[in-house]
């Protein structure tokens, strides 16, 4: 029986601090959802969506200009997996901890948002997701990994409109 290594594919990418490059990994995620998972076009568009705001957030505040970002995705029959490091030198240096309370805070329905920002990971990468953890880095900086089980939804999310489930349904 092969091991859980061996049933996983795990691709990393290296990214220089620049937006104009998040084109490039927006467009990378698209063809790896939808061809290697097999997602349909909408869970394909949703995962874009998560990567860009982990990317952007990482460029934005964890890692100061001309230095890198690290990108991993890991897919299995199980889950889909993107953990996005920043080297913590960036303008907001921001600890796990920190940002644990901060998507708490604003997932709330209660918090109003009174900027068109600060969004990102408490409306769309925690509702698209299964899991988000953040991790403080040895050599400092954060590791924010958003994950995505791919099971079939309880049987009364069945009749779900679309939009109102979190599930991947593949067939």
């Not at 897919?75 to 913590?88: C, L, R």
């Not at 997932?107 to 969004?119: D, E, L």
Request: aromatic fraction near 8%; include cysteine.
């Amino acid at each position: 029986m092969p091991s859980q290594e061996q049933e996983q594919t795990k691709i990393t990418v290296i990214l220089p601090t620049n937006a104009y490059f998040t084109a490039g990994i927006r467009d990378f995620t698209l063809n790896l959802i939808k061809n290697t998972a097999h997602f349909g076009e909408k869970w394909a568009y949703r995962f874009q969506l998560i990567v860009d705001e982990l990317c952007n957030n990482a460029i934005e505040h964890g890692t100061k200009a001309g230095e890198d970002i690290k990108i991993t995705f890991i897919y299995s029959h199980e889950f889909i997996e993107i953990s996005v490091e920043d080297n913590g030198n960036g303008k907001n240096k921001t600890s796990a901890k920190e940002m644990e309370k901060l998507v708490e805070e604003r997932k709330n329905p209660a918090y109003v948002n009174a900027g068109i920002r600060g969004r990102g990971l408490s409306k769309i990468v925690v509702n698209w997701t299964d899991e988000l953890k953040f991790e403080d880095m040895p050599k400092g900086g954060l590791k924010v990994t958003a994950k995505k089980l791919l099971n079939t939804p309880k049987s009364e999310d069945i009749n779900a409109p679309m939009e109102s489930t979190n599930h991947i349904i593949l067939k």
